[in-house]
């Protein structure tokens, strides 16, 4: 579905990623782990167009989108959930979500979508009118990925989702993501917790000075003595 | 809110035909001038961001080509080309100065859609330099420190049929209201439309703003032309209602009353300018009229900015809508901010 081939991506002259190669197939949910610097944010920036790639080729679903504008890609389907400042903070949660569907002209099927999402997680409704800035942390996780789900996306990406969030609320973000997958929604995840994301993922990729260098299911990784020694600090 | 507004509107409207003090009239125009050229800087400051510290160089642009085209000119515009142009009517100058000050701003949007915060605040501030030291320093063209002199008034119709002439103040009073309104009107309508709702995202967080497929250049730059614009329309209604403009209309002190009285009224809302327009453009006339020592005027004026901007942080008018909403409507504010939620 996705496909990435000898991306590199430089700040600069400094290479942030270099010859990088992932792939992802429809409905997996796919890891990226490694170190701080790796290359994995700015991977997710390169495939959803926020970032030029300096050479390497992206395709998605047969059509090449390495040179195409954020617009255009969030078009064919593909959702950033950027890392840190996850929100609008001043417009309140609905005109967040409604920036998720900047793009959408189908009034109706969005106004569907937004009920639905409200359904899904009641606090937002609760706090519609609130402004986005004064929700708890969560509350904020909640509704930047209700936010990208507004988009209607094929695929989704997921930068760093548990990043400054308290433990159960980490849990219960892992929990949203894995139900949105078993919706046929792909996904792609960067995250710090190596241990979660490989529990979590169908595949995964480990990122090591903006190259790949190990790859496999979850569970083989889990296993292996490099990544133990280097990521779960076993 | 509708009723409250169209009151407004007819006090204002009424006003030339109750005050007989032409000076008090003299006062309002200016200050109206002035608050136009607040809410064109409100649009960039308080709907994308970007501070433009150089607006003025807007506000004289539209004065200078404004007074130009209705004087007429014989200028070398390249080296070698001398270009003679002769008297336009006033409105048509106007249009010209709308436009100019326009496609400048178009400019400076184009080249600062790399630059933000600091950045965008040198470009507009050196832009504004650079103009002023053009219209100082080219004589030919704008007579520098000489200034233009004789620029004639706006005159709408023939003399044959009907002629509408702003020769006098309440003329020039209704023209700048019926600007003034025309040009609130713009902005509400602006920002209330999905290109308004860009801007805000992209003040608020552009990363996030480019992800949800905001084309974040296109939107800075459609801001900055019609903030450009608009600063340029209310230059040229100044030009051909004081009638000389010199080079000193590009004194940076003029932007900075534009941004106080956008800050002290409330950036980002519609409002905010219009109010802290009044204020601070009719407090130094109040002041002077209590026939208090000149230098304790100044202080007073500066002492209650500082204190609006110490305790309204946000602007009078988000503070007064806040206060209302307190007031007005106990169950709302019975629930808890949620920013003082504990985390969990």
Request: glycine residues 8%; aromatic residues 8%; charged residues 15%.
């Amino acid at each position: 579905m996705l496909k990435v081939e000898g991306l590199v991506c430089r700040y600069g002259k400094v290479a942030a990623v270099r010859e990088l190669s992932i792939d992802v197939r429809a409905g997996e949910l796919v890891t990226l782990i490694g170190a701080n610097g790796a290359g994995k944010t700015t991977t997710l920036k390169a495939i959803s167009g926020v970032l030029p790639a300096a050479s390497g080729r992206i395709t998605f679903q047969g059509e090449d989108i390495t040179r195409a504008s954020a617009r255009r890609i969030l078009q064919l389907g593909i959702a950033h959930c950027p890392e840190g400042r996850r929100v609008f903070p001043y417009m309140t949660v609905r005109e967040n979500l409604e920036m998720g569907c900047y793009l959408r002209s189908d009034a109706d099927q969005v106004a569907a979508d937004m009920r639905r999402l409200f359904e899904r997680f009641p606090i937002l409704y609760e706090r519609r009118d609130q402004a986005a800035g004064t929700l708890s942390g969560g509350e904020q996780q909640m509704l930047a990925i209700s936010r990208a789900l507004m988009s209607s996306p094929k695929l989704v990406l997921f930068d760093e989702p548990s990043l400054g969030l308290a433990p159960n609320l980490v849990e219960r973000t892992f929990e949203i993501i894995k139900e949105i997958r078993s919706q046929g929604v792909t996904v792609v995840m960067v995250e710090q917790n190596a241990f979660a994301a490989l529990e979590l993922s169908d595949r995964s990729y480990v990122l090591e000075q903006g190259r790949v260098t190990l790859t496999g299911t979850g569970a083989e990784l889990l296993d292996n003595p490099h990544v133990k020694s280097a990521y779960l600090g076993a | 809110m509708r009723l409250v507004t169209l009151a407004w509107l007819a006090f204002l409207f009424s006003i030339p035909l109750w005050m007989s003090d032409l000076y008090v009239l003299h006062v309002l125009i200016m200050t109206g001038i002035f608050i136009i050229a607040a809410m064109s800087l409100n649009l960039l400051l308080g709907y994308t961001g970007q501070l433009s510290l150089g607006h003025v160089a807007f506000f004289g642009i539209g004065a200078y080509v404004s007074s130009l085209a209705s004087l007429g000119f014989e200028a070398h515009l390249l080296p070698g080309v001398l270009v003679k142009m002769e008297p336009k009517p006033v409105w048509l100058g106007m249009l010209c100065a709308v436009t100019i000050a326009g496609l400048c701003g178009w400019v400076i949007g184009r080249i600062s859609f790399k630059v933000r915060g600091a950045y965008f605040v040198i470009v507009t501030v050196s832009f504004a330099e650079v103009i002023r030291l053009v219209a100082l320093n080219w004589v030919e063209l704008t007579q520098g420190p000489m200034a233009l002199n004789n620029i004639p008034a706006l005159r709408l119709g023939t003399p044959e049929l009907f002629e509408l002439s702003f020769l006098r103040k309440p003329a020039n009073y209704y023209l700048v209201l019926v600007v003034a309104v025309l040009s609130y009107i713009l902005i509400r309508r602006l920002v209330q439309s999905r290109a308004g709702r860009a801007m805000i995202a992209l003040r608020e967080n552009e990363p996030l703003a480019t992800s949800v497929g905001v084309d974040v250049t296109k939107y800075l730059v459609l801001a900055t032309m019609v903030s450009a614009a608009m600063a340029g329309a209310a230059g040229a209604i100044y030009a051909h209602y004081v009638r000389i403009v010199d080079p000193d209309v590009f004194l940076f002190i003029y932007t900075v009353t534009m941004v106080i009285m956008v800050v002290t009224g409330g950036k980002g809302t519609l409002a905010g300018p219009v109010v802290g327009g009044l204020i601070f453009g009719l407090l130094p006339e109040i002041l002077r009229a209590a026939e208090i020592k000149p230098e304790v005027q100044w202080v007073i004026y500066g002492v209650l900015m500082v204190l609006v901007v110490y305790f309204l942080p946000e602007g009078i008018v988000p503070a007064v809508r806040n206060w209302r909403r307190r007031h007005h409507e106990p169950a709302t504010a019975a629930a808890p901010p949620a920013s003082i939620e504990p985390a969990r």
